[in-house]
């Protein structure tokens, strides 16, 4: 489903050049649950772009659901993002003015997905994250651990090939990461693939298979 070939970034800053990721490759089966572990500056935030399909590779290939996806024009690009992956967000990216019910309806508004399904879809997120009971609150009205549970909402709503999370618990104290580590759990039992981006081994451990990156170069564990 993710194949990634010999992938390359290069940043240029002045007349210095930076491998961010020096030729990856990695291989992601649907249904798996996956993480990439790394300390800070590795390269995690670089991977999870190009796989998320909103940055380019500057060498290499990069398979997705096996269309090569530079062949893709920015909008196709575009749709295949938002149809295809399901980001989560160290620091959330909720909308503030809008109620959680809000902010989980909001990409399927986009995807033009009809009302009535639209509806279906919502409350069958906001409960599989137990926050159908809180669906009027915004942002600010709720914990780190429910905000976070919105965002997943979102992602499940929208059902993507792939889950896609950076550092999802990193905001959040041990206790409520693991509730949140318990309902990507849920979400792989239910056959979701995930792709869990982290630099706490402890996080990364949940998985059933752990992805190393260092200095932008990538390898199993
Ligand atoms: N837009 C950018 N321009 C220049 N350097 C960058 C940019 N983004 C990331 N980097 C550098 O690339 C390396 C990898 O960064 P990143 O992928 O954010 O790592 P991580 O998410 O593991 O902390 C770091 O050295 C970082 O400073
Ligand atoms: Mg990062």
Redesign the pocket.
Known sequence: MIVLKDVS?I???GDTQ?R??DHANMHIRQGEFVSII????????????IVGCLDLADEGEYYLDGIEIRKYSEDRLAEVRSKKIGFIFQNFNLIGRMSAWDNVELPLIYQRVPAQQRKERVEEALRRVQLYERRRHRPNELSGGQQQRVAIARAIAAQPSIFLA??PTGNLDSRTGEEIMGIFHEMHAAGGTIVL?T?DSGVAAQAQRQIA?RD?HVQEV
Not at 41 to 48: A, I, N, V, Y
């Open positions: 970034k940043y240029t800053m930076l961010a990721l790394g300390p800070s500056g590795s390269g995690k935030s670089t991977l999870m772009n950076d550092e981006i630099h990156i932008g």
